[in-house]
């Protein structure tokens, strides 16, 4: 069984940075995709970022250029570093893994964008 922890949410202000990690534990292949999503108040789970095992990445276009997905394949643990966040980041942000045709979920954790 495939556990997802995440860790780093919390409040910040306009303008600000966080960073959110997401460990893995379990039996996971070497060629497994994490990523984060988010779900804010009212609205579907929208793509955040995504990373494979490669490094290949793919980010939603209301991200680019300011937050960054990276992941440590030996730790099996992937971050999301969030800079130059809006309110409109506010949201329950989730870390997913795929492998092996499985979709594992996180637990989410809140980050608040204060104006």
């Known amino acids: 069984q495939v556990q997802l922890v995440e860790s780093g949410g919390g409040l910040v202000q306009a303008g600000g940075s966080l960073r959110l990690s997401c460990a893995a534990s379990g039996s996971i292949s070497g060629i497994s995709v994490m990523g984060w999503y988010r779900q804010a108040p009212g609205k579907q789970r929208e793509l955040v970022a995504v990373?494979?095992?490669?490094?290949?990445?793919n980010y939603a276009e209301s991200v680019k250029g300011r937050f960054t997905i990276s992941r440590d394949n030996a730790k099996n643990t992937a971050f999301l570093r969030m800079n130059s966040l809006k309110p409109e980041d506010t949201a329950v942000y989730y870390c997913?893994?795929?492998?092996?045709?499985?979709?594992?979920w996180g637990q989410g954790t809140q980050v608040t964008v204060s104006s």
């Open positions: 997913s893994l795929v492998d092996i045709g499985q979709n594992y």
């Open positions: 990373i494979t095992s490669r490094g290949n990445t």
